[in-house]
């Protein structure tokens, strides 16, 4: 019996802020205008994406007490920006990065379901959690919770969501409601509040819930509530490690093993001349790693301006001045232990023989997927036979033109292979996504009766 | 000096409708088309009807998807239109109002306002998980949401990306700023997240009366005092309904609270009439319409200026010697819009009282606002009164 032929999925990470952006480059245009959302966008639903994805800032990234100017910087509001592309696209699934710490939940929930029911059934909500005082500086409430209750929080948030979108019947129809819901009130540790059902259901019931977290908590969490997971972990042999670990976790959760979708973020280097590749992953790394850059990137890790430190030269031979690193140029370096990654990184340099800023290349920038288009095709295969991933999600390294050679060349050789689908299975992201019922909208019944084969553990 | 007039229509949206998303598509099109110079976006985030004795009632409509959202929605597929969504904005938190604002004014090019309301309704505190603020209390904290939410958009100098290859600077830090904002309830550190909007400070209305910075207030016009037709509305309502002669009356009331309203508003704050209106069209009589229940009209006491288009004509060209706009709010969206298109912005334009928007023209300049500059912006130095304290220094 021959294993059913199964598809890679492509989603789309518009990067708000990270050096991973070559901003530099003629070819390089804005990172805030419309303008550059909308082709970035329409180039991908060109491309049949499953997702387009936008993070989210809540504070702007300092360095050493002061803004960090290396960087791209400035993004729209995610779910604001996604419903002005909802009316420009068509099928593709919009996915907001939404903090469960700064936001109350029923206006959040209000708002994923204005732009659930807006898009026609494509919203979704990338789940984070957030907890430092530094980025509750901006909020009513201000650094209110702690680390360690992250994600037990975020689970009343997402709890809250769900009763107001499950609040409203299924029967009510033609935008009259028989009677309307009752409000309900939630009350825990962390939220009293009244909500009631106002909108209709969205043709996709619920918008769909993705979550990034590498911690073993955060896969739980993932395990128990997302339906999408954003792993780090994009190479074949990680990437079948991690997929065992996920599916043994969601089926501890009581859901079938195929219940939560993996999509690891990528990098894609597409060339037309296999001769061309290392001059050109070459040229990308250097211009998302310039000499500033790898400087200020170890600044941040020893908590010390480092003005005549050489970008062509060594590390430096003292230990940083900080023990754990802060928040302040988000999750890259959150909580990591300075004294003993610093020696870590001495190590290695001196091993490899890497200047500072081979060392940053080499610890900051994932190995991508790089070469032709068949090359990456062949690189891609396995992934699509032992289906240990369902996607990818794709971080551009230019703007807006960066998907251009992937939907062009990529997709086409993907799709002769029989890996990639050429339109769109359905309507909504939960449909195009293979995604059952919303977790809250299901009977045990319907989940194991709907587990299909393919879903065994490998 | 010549005023531009400004017609506002409020497009108030209906749900009964498997693809509301195509409707609202649809009504901005074809505001678009008639060639008003903005559209508004109420809301109200509980549903209609919440209070006392809503359960039982049967046909009780959806509430709104966020105005917001809407007019972020018709942005890309709008070029000239202003897109101004009612925000509630007591307990909401100021930093995401400020980024969703300026989301929607990039998005637009420039064509961004917003009705900041400042309802303490306990059922909007309850949702957020807060205690109702006391009535007296509102207009304060509003004052302090609008006075946090300049200051955000302010944030990012103009020219605050510089994209410097030399350096590897993509800012210029020195024109990035905080908004250090500390009021009585909140406080917000900055800076924004999202550049300053194209129009610098997306258009600010609000009510007469309030404490908050606005650009812009919006009055109703009424006609208090005077019997209802019952027959003619439905139980729900307080609207008044005007005819052709009661223009005289209307345009009385208006001249007086628009002078009154003046003398205690801050120079140059535009002032936009709210109306009700409904229009004969297609050989159905407005009045005719209003009677059938299945026209919705607002529970307000706002005034409803009914009959042929020339009606409307006629008071919003006497209407244009004392305001600055008008807010209209159509009793039936599709025949009213209609009727606005084809008779009535046609007649304004023929008596030079009203000029259509440009496409890419930003609402300030549809409005006739200056953009303001930026409260932040580092006083440049003058390069020759330098050059002059050097030749000083060195003489």
């Known amino acids: 019996m021959s294993t059913p032929v199964r598809r890679i999925q492509f989603g789309v990470f518009f990067q708000g802020v990270n050096s991973s952006t070559v901003w530099d480059a003629p070819e390089s245009g804005s990172q805030t205008d419309f303008e550059s959302f909308r082709r970035l966008a329409q180039t991908a639903e060109r491309g049949l994406f ?195 670990d996920i599916r043994a976790r969601t089926l501890a959760a009581g859901r079938p093993a195929d219940d939560l979708k993996i999509f690891p973020g990528q990098e894609f280097i597409v060339v037309d001349d296999a001769s061309e590749t290392e001059e050109k992953v070459r040229w990308v790394r250097e211009h998302q790693i310039t000499p500033q850059t790898a400087v200020a990137f170890v600044e941040q890790l020893w908590g010390a301006e480092l003005p005549d430190l050489d970008p062509d030269g060594p590390l430096p031979s003292f230990d940083p001045v900080q023990s754990i690193t802060g928040e302040t140029r988000g999750a890259g370096f959150r909580a990591t232990k300075a004294v003993e990654t610093a020696r870590a990184w001495r190590e290695l340099s001196q091993e490899r023989g890497w200047s500072i800023r081979d060392l940053v290349i080499n610890v900051s920038t994932r190995r991508g997927f790089a070469g032709t288009a068949s090359q990456i095709a062949d690189e891609l295969e396995p992934f699509a036979r032992t289906g240990v991933v369902d996607g990818f999600n794709i971080t551009p390294w230019l703007i807006p033109g960066g998907l251009d050679d992937i939907v062009n060349k990529l997709v086409p050789e993907l799709q002769e292979r029989g890996i990639y689908w050429t339109d769109y299975p359905g309507d909504t992201l939960r449909e195009n996504l293979g995604l059952r019922e919303p977790l809250t909208r299901r009977s045990a019944a319907d989940v194991v009766a709907t587990v299909p084969e393919a879903a065994t553990v490998p | ?191 924004s997240i999202i550049p300053r909007p194209p129009q610098g400070q997306p258009v600010v209305f609000g009510e007469p009366g309030s404490a908050a910075e606005l650009d812009a207030v919006l009055l109703d016009l009424t006609l208090p005092g005077r019997d209802r037709p019952a027959a003619h509305l439905n139980a729900s309502t307080d609207s008044t309904i005007a005819g052709a002669a009661d223009l005289p009356e209307l345009l009385g009331r208006a001249t007086e609270a628009v002078d009154a309203a003046r003398t205690r508003l801050a120079p140059g704050t535009l002032i936009v009439v709210q109306l009700g209106f409904a229009l004969d069209s297609a050989g159905l009589s407005a009045l005719d319409r209003l009677a059938d229940e299945r026209h919705h009209t607002r529970a307000d006491a706002r005034a409803i200026v009914t009959g042929d288009p020339s009606v409307l004509v006629d008071l919003l060209t006497a209407l244009a010697r004392v305001a600055d706009g008008v807010r209209l709010f159509p009793a039936s969206l599709e025949p009213d819009l209609d009727e606005l298109g084809r008779a009535v912005l046609p007649g304004l334009r023929a008596r030079g009282v009203f000029h259509s928007p440009l496409a890419g023209d930003s609402l300030r300049t549809s409005l006739g606002l200056e953009r303001p500059t930026n409260r932040f912006e580092s006083v440049a130095p003058d390069p020759l009164a330098s050059n002059a304290q050097t030749l000083e220094a060195a003489r």
């Open chain 1, 50 to 244: 499953t997702a387009f994805f936008l993070g989210e800032g809540l504070r702007l990234r300092e360095h050493l007490g002061r803004l960090h100017d290396l960087d791209i910087a400035g993004r729209p509001d995610a779910i604001t920006q996604l419903a002005a592309l909802a009316s420009v696209t068509e099928r593709i699934g919009l996915v907001a990065t939404q903090n469960t710490t700064y936001n109350d939940p029923i206006d959040l929930a209000h708002r994923l379901q204005s732009l659930d029911v807006l898009s026609g059934g494509r919203a979704a909500w990338n789940v984070v959690t957030t907890d430092n005082a530094w980025t509750g500086e901006n909020f009513r409430r201000g650094g209110y919770l702690d680390h360690a209750d992250r994600y037990t929080h975020a689970a009343d948030v997402i709890a809250i969501a769900r009763r107001v979108w499950d609040a409203v019947p299924d029967n009510a129809a033609d935008g009259l409601l028989a009677v309307l819901p009752d409000p309900f009130r939630y009350d825990t540790a962390y939220y009293s509040v009244e909500g009631r059902g106002v909108l209709p259901r969205s043709t996709q019931g619920h918008p769909v819930l993705f979550q990034a977290g590498d911690s073993a908590e955060g896969r739980d969490f993932a395990a128990r509530n997302a339906e999408v997971i954003f792993s780090a972990h994009a190479q074949l042999e990680p990437a079948t490690e991690f997929a065992a």
């Open chain 2, 1 to 191: 000096m010549s005023r531009t007039f400004a017609v506002i229509v409020e497009l108030d949206d209906d749900l009964r409708t498997d693809a509301p998303a195509s409707a609202i598509v649809r009504v901005a099109r074809a505001s678009e088309r008639a060639g008003v110079t903005a559209v508004s976006f109420e809301d109200h985030p509980t549903a209609p009807g919440a209070g006392a004795g809503a359960a039982s009632r049967s046909g009780a409509r959806f509430g709104r998807l966020d105005a917001t959202l809407r007019a972020a929605s018709v942005a890309p597929i709008t070029s000239s239109i202003g897109l101004i969504p009612v925000v509630h904005a007591l307990y909401n938190e100021p930093f995401h109002l400020a980024t969703q604002l300026a989301t929607l004014d990039t998005a637009s090019l420039g064509r961004a306002g917003w009705i900041a309301r400042a309802d303490p309704d306990p059922s909007i505190a309850a949702r957020h998980g807060r205690g109702p603020l006391p009535a007296s209390a509102a207009d304060a904290e509003l004052a302090d949401v609008v006075e946090a939410i300049r200051g955000v958009w302010d944030t990012w100098e103009d020219d605050a990306v510089i994209r410097d290859v030399a350096t590897g600077r993509y800012l210029d830090r020195t024109k990035v700023h905080y908004a250090d904002f500390v009021g009585d309830r909140f406080s917000v550190k900055g800076p």
